[in-house]
């Protein structure tokens, strides 16, 4: 391979991760953090994505860096609309559709327009990588029980696809020759039913689907979030928190570090451990449905994310109740960096074709 130089850019609400890799390999890294008085003067996060951009090149200013040996930039894709997994070039159609925000304010919108601003000035091209909206559901599986209200797919894409991959070239297969169950058990959660290149089923982490997380409610009984909507206690506001934000661990135990759980429940906190353990048992579960998604034939069960750091608790609890499946694999943390470069590499070296989004 030839030597690529490839900047990723990871917005979040309050920090810019921002990671310079020579072809796979990371040069230099650093999570830029943002004061909210230097973020007030901004009505909207697009608005941003000057004052990060000027972040952005001074710190690779003063790391020495010189920005003309660029090959690409790719950003942490946004709540576009629903596309396909894939690489797409950031053109105008995405940048409009991001600085409108239509289908909702989310940091990651950032990505796309810092890539574009950037490479554009260079004359490279801009990427995203398998945003939060990659959807390659089965239209089964977009039937939720009422009309008024389907599934939608919404999940971390990023990193499932990265992990799935990574294990399918260990395997020496390809990852559209495997049936896979991915769990990414982060701040939010996200299981999703893999089937030969293509996320079939996956629950909605974002608002409201699958198990419960650190900061994430899941599905609670319908017909007990309908009488708290309408109990007059609670706005509708403060019921969005409840389902993302306040909700899960944070709701229960006041805090969303899974770490400062498995710290009470090793000094003897009996509740810490139960919900602890509810949350294993509702991760199971969702790994058994997306299982019979695929019809029982799962390759491998993979555990991602931060939480599958927790071997002594967490993945143990798992593995018992789902490794009659198939086997597991434990692949931790979210690697969101790497995998956004890895995304670019394939299209700038020729092993892939860029999508266009349209």
């Not at 000027?54 to 690779?60: E, G, M, P």
């Not at 690489?87 to 995405?94: E, G, I, L, P, W």
């Not at 810490?272 to 997306?290: D, H, S, T």
Request: aromatic share 6%; with cysteine.
């Amino acid at each position: 391979m030839n030597k690529h130089y490839v900047l990723a850019i990871n917005p979040g609400s309050t920090s810019t991760k921002i990671a310079l890799f020579e072809n796979d390999k990371v040069v230099m890294e650093d999570n830029l953090s943002h004061t909210n008085e230097e973020l007030a003067p901004f009505s909207r996060i697009a608005e941003q994505y000057a004052f990060r951009r000027q972040v952005i090149t001074r710190f690779l200013a003063e790391q020495g860096f010189e920005v003309s040996r660029l090959s690409a930039v790719v950003g942490r894709g946004g709540l576009l609309k629903p596309i396909p997994s894939g690489t797409y070039r950031v053109n105008d159609a995405m940048v409009r559709d991001l600085h409108a925000a239509e289908r909702g304010e989310h940091a990651s919108n950032l990505g796309g327009l810092l890539a574009k601003d950037l490479a554009d000035e260079l004359g490279i091209p801009a990427f995203i990588v398998d945003p939060v909206v990659v959807d390659e559901m089965q239209d089964v599986a977009r039937i939720s029980g009422h009309p008024e209200i389907a599934r939608r797919s919404i999940f971390h894409a990023l990193n499932q696809k990265a992990v799935a991959k990574r294990y399918a070239r260990a395997k020496g297969v390809k990852y559209e020759a495997l049936n896979l169950v991915v769990a990414h058990l982060g701040g939010g959660v996200s299981v999703g039913a893999h089937s030969q290149g293509r996320v079939i089923d996956v629950n909605n982490a974002l608002d409201g689907d699958g198990p419960f997380s650190p900061e994430r409610s899941g599905g609670l009984p319908a017909g007990e979030l309908a009488r708290l909507c309408f109990s007059g206690k609670y706005t509708h506001g403060e019921i969005k928190k409840m389902i993302t934000g306040q909700g899960g661990m944070v709701a229960y135990l006041g805090t969303n570090d899974g770490r400062e759980v498995a710290r009470r429940m090793a000094s003897g906190d009996v509740y810490a451990g139960l919900i602890f353990r509810a949350f294993a048992y509702q991760v199971a579960k969702e790994i058994g449905a997306m299982a019979a998604a695929l019809k029982g034939k799962v390759d491998a069960i993979i555990l991602t994310g931060g939480l599958a750091y927790n071997k002594e608790a967490l993945i143990p609890w798992i593995t018992e109740a789902v490794s009659f499946i198939a086997p597991i694999v434990v692949m931790p943390g979210e690697g969101e960096m790497s995998a956004l470069c890895e995304g670019a590499l394939r299209v700038i070296s020729g092993q892939e074709q860029d999508y266009t989004y349209e």
